[in-house]
T-cell receptor, first 113, second 113 residues
């Protein structure tokens, strides 16, 4: 099925370890996003890429880096994981423009111990 | 800055009851407004949208009207089903030429048979 694919679905890390969350979309969307979802906080934007070759910080970028590898793929890297980064991470994509909604992936549940 | 405020949950209803989930927003420009639904263990799915004042978005029996005078976009359904149990998020897109969306904190709906 067409959509946004995230890997892995679950991950447990030890404090200080690094990992990369992968995201790919096959809808030819220009824009891609990474959000984290925490109880009572809703969704908070970490980084986004308005188009291939560009990335920008969102609301909570500290401790993360991103790479827009090509039009399809947008990865999120945690260089040195901290317990505060325990969360559910969602990747999303959209066609260009504020009238378009997002298509979300199914999420990655990350626990940092 | 722009913001979205949703009613606190959880909302618990009996099957076939009428549903209203309140959403109000603050925006300096003319945002587009969205409702997303998240079923357990899944990512968010676009439920409906409205792109200008007085527009009504509708989908799967759900409706919401973009009210500029009250800065509201309340979600309604005439007769809820157990399968509607989920978390509902209100969201807006910021201004012209931007690609970021602001989400409310979500409202959990539980429908009892």
């Amino acid at each position: 099925n067409a959509g946004v694919t995230q890997t892995p679905k679950f991950q447990v890390l030890k404090t200080g370890q690094s990992m990369t969350l992968q995201c790919a979309q096959d809808m030819n969307h220009n824009s891609m996003y990474w959000y984290r979802q925490d109880p009572g906080m809703g969704l908070r934007l970490i980084y986004y890429s308005a188009s291939e070759g560009t990335t920008d910080k969102g609301e909570v970028p500290n401790g993360y880096n991103v790479s827009r590898l090509n039009k399809r793929e947008f990865s999120l890297r945690l260089e040195s994981a901290a317990p505060s980064q325990t969360s559910v991470y969602f990747c999303a994509s959209s066609a260009r423009g504020r009238f378009e909604g997002y298509t979300f992936g199914s999420g990655t549940r990350l626990t940092v111990v | 800055g722009d913001s979205v405020t949703q009613m606190e949950g959880p909302v618990t209803l009996s099957e076939e009851a009428f549903l209203t989930i309140n959403c109000t927003y603050t925006a300096t420009g003319y945002p587009s407004l969205f409702w997303y639904v998240q079923y357990p263990g899944e990512g968010l799915q676009l439920l409906l949208k409205a792109t200008k004042a007085d527009d009504k978005g509708s989908n799967k029996g759900f409706e919401a009207t973009y009210r500029k005078e009250t800065t509201s976009f309340h979600l309604e359904k005439g007769s809820v089903q157990v399968s509607d149990s989920a978390v509902y998020f209100c969201a807006l897109s910021e201004g012209e030429g931007t690609y970021k969306y602001i989400f409310g904190t979500g409202t959990r709906l539980k429908v009892l048979a």
